[in-house]
């Protein structure tokens, strides 16, 4: 068989975890506290479902769960046993113990570490009720709402077990080929489908004639375009039940084409699939073999368990951001932290310091809460407001609305990591919350590199936050190039190129799930030459140098084509 594929073209998987089924649950005095607590965060207006289950755990069962994303039913893989070989030997080196996680499923799960004091786990379980409350409302969840995937997920744990004892290794191999392309997987398409408009009244044929057939086939004038609207609106009126019949005879008569078109449309419609997995499965002759057919189960599997984690990965920041606001409000008003204020005061200034260089999600997501609240409150969250340029009036506007609660859980329920950070991030926050995006350029007389304050502009923060949020590739099937068995794919360059050492392996899993050659359009960066350096002269000192300036891209439309386990690259 085919050696097995790395990681994704573009990989960011950064997960929710989730809980060990064999830990032991909390004593009667811990479950008081957190139906004390869960009343108390019930009263400021969070809203979740009111049963959960709480479990105490060890740091060797958080390593031995840690590759799995700290889901116990997940199905097995090799590569876990790998990584938790590899999480004990960090462990050793670098002890430390993770205060709790929390799982989306239903009743939501959440355990802790056994090493935390009492009135740490009172603290952690309300960070840990702001991710339930984050889960169960924000409608990027939407499609995890109606399932237990902890349940689905030892359901599909036991059948793959079930298909190793009959196929042997070739289940690994088929997941590994899975697992290489399963960021690619549709989910703002199945998003789309929940949330899809309200039937309008108006059939899909009248839709097609003038949003499509009129506008982009018949390509007729705007007087031509409102003279059939007028013609239409008039047949209804006429006759409301056979208006619309009436109206599409005439249009037969002129347009003998439209009603074959009408029907491609609409077949075309229904049987696009949403993302590169749902296509191979749809069209691969050599899935659809009756000796095959046991792969699709694997590759549904896969797919399931991430499109599961997709809305978990676009908005970490958010979800820890949330979850960390609603730890620190609630409990500096808890009484139970007398007595533990400093402690306290450590802890959380662990968890929400703001780093001078990186990205901690649940600072900035915190501090953007914080903000917004502020500014609702004070009605700056207004046309008025935003357009208003003198700096002394903006200073000292307060309309005092009284919205910010209000406007933060508008918020949460619905925006993502990315409407979050293009929407909110701008100069106020950067200026009020000191940020700055920070540079590195070498000083020769020391010969270390140093940081220094770059920018201070709103612009240049919200870029730098923007490139390092998960990203996936937009990775298309062309139908119509996908002929002859050969599977066509472009990737919708969006400025980014994909990582070169990933795309022979990758493509190879791709070459063996659809049975025949692949093709594989996309950009890279043409190699240019670099403007030389000016020497070092010996007992001279140079002067502090920025880093090199990135050099002009030149992109360059390529072709990779793998067949017969062959992956050849040509220029377009």
């Known amino acids: 068989p085919p050696p097995p594929p790395p990681p994704p073209l573009f990989s960011s998987r950064r997960r929710h975890t989730r809980c060990c089924s064999w830990s032991r649950g909390l004593g009667d005095v811990y479950k008081r506290q957190m139906e004390g607590c869960k009343e108390r965060a019930l009263d400021v207006g969070l809203r979740f479902e009111k049963e959960s289950l709480e479990y105490i755990v060890t740091n060797r069962d958080l390593l031995e769960l840690t590759p799995k994303v700290m889901i116990p039913t997940l199905y097995d893989y090799w590569v876990h046993d790998v990584e938790v070989l590899k999480e004990k030997g960090k462990y050793e080196l670098y002890p430390g113990n993770p205060y709790e996680t929390v799982i989306n499923t239903r009743p939501a799960i959440s355990f802790y570490n056994d090493n935390n004091p009492d009135w740490l786990n009172v603290m952690i379980f309300y960070h840990v009720i702001g991710h339930i409350d984050f889960f169960q409302n924000n409608l990027y969840f939407r499609h995890t709402w109606d399932y237990d995937f902890n349940g689905e997920a030892l359901s599909d744990k036991r059948a793959l077990a079930k298909l190793r004892s009959e196929r042997g290794r070739w289940v690994d191999y088929v997941i590994e080929f899975t697992r290489g392309i399963d960021n690619l997987v549709g989910y703002h398409g199945l998003l789309s489908k929940i949330f899809s408009a309200p039937d309008s009244g108006i059939s899909e044929k009248v839709d097609f004639y003038f949003d499509i057939y009129l506008q982009d086939i018949a390509k007729v004038n705007i007087s031509k375009y409102i003279k059939e609207l007028e013609r239409y609106n008039a047949s209804i009126n006429e006759d ?333």
Do not use: C
């Not at 915190?366 to 340029?389: N, P, T």
């Not at 003198?390 to 619905?414: H, L, M, P, W, Y």
């Open 240 to 572: 409301p039940v056979m208006g619309e019949q009436g109206f599409f005879s005439l249009v037969d008569q002129r347009h003998p084409e439209f009603g074959s078109l009408f029907k491609k449309h609409r077949a075309a419609k229904k049987q696009k699939p949403r993302d590169l997995l749902e296509f191979i499965m749809e069209n691969s002759k050599m899935l659809g073999r009756e000796e095959n057919q046991w792969m699709l189960m694997v590759i549904q599997i896969i797919r399931k368990t991430a499109m599961f984690f997709q809305p978990q990965i676009r908005t970490k920041i958010m979800n820890e951001g949330w979850a960390s606001y609603w730890h620190e409000t609630l409990y500096m008003n808890d009484d139970r932290i007398k007595g533990h204020e400093v402690d306290f005061a450590r802890v959380n200034a662990g968890v929400t310091a703001m780093p001078r260089v990186g990205l901690n999600p649940y600072a900035l997501g915190m501090r953007l809460f914080y903000f917004l609240e502020e500014m609702a409150e004070k009605g700056k969250v207004s046309w008025e407001f935003q357009h208003m340029a003198d700096s002394g009036r903006r200073k000292d506007f307060d309309a005092k609305t009284g919205k910010g609660k209000d406007f933060i859980f508008n918020v949460r329920e619905n925006f993502s990591d990315f409407t979050f950070i293009q929407s909110f991030v701008d100069q106020d926050f950067v200026t009020t919350n000191k940020r700055f995006v920070a540079g590195k350029r070498l000083n020769q007389q020391k010969m270390v590199w140093e940081y220094y304050v770059k920018s201070r502009s709103a612009d240049d923060y919200r870029d730098m936050l923007m490139a390092s949020m998960y990203h996936p590739p937009n990775i298309e099937v062309d139908e119509e190039k996908t002929k002859e068995n050969a599977l066509y794919l472009i990737h919708r360059f969006e400025g980014k190129p994909l990582v070169a050492e990933y795309i022979p392996n990758t493509m190879l899993g791709i070459e063996y799930l659809w049975g025949g050659p692949v093709q594989l359009e996309t950009m890279e960066v043409v190699a240019t030459p670099q403007a030389p350096r000016m020497p070092t002269m010996p007992g001279i000192p140079m002067p502090q140098t920025d880093a090199p300036e990135p050099r002009e891209l030149k992109w360059q439309r390529v072709i990779y084509t793998m067949h017969d386990r062959k992956l050849s690259r040509n220029a377009l």
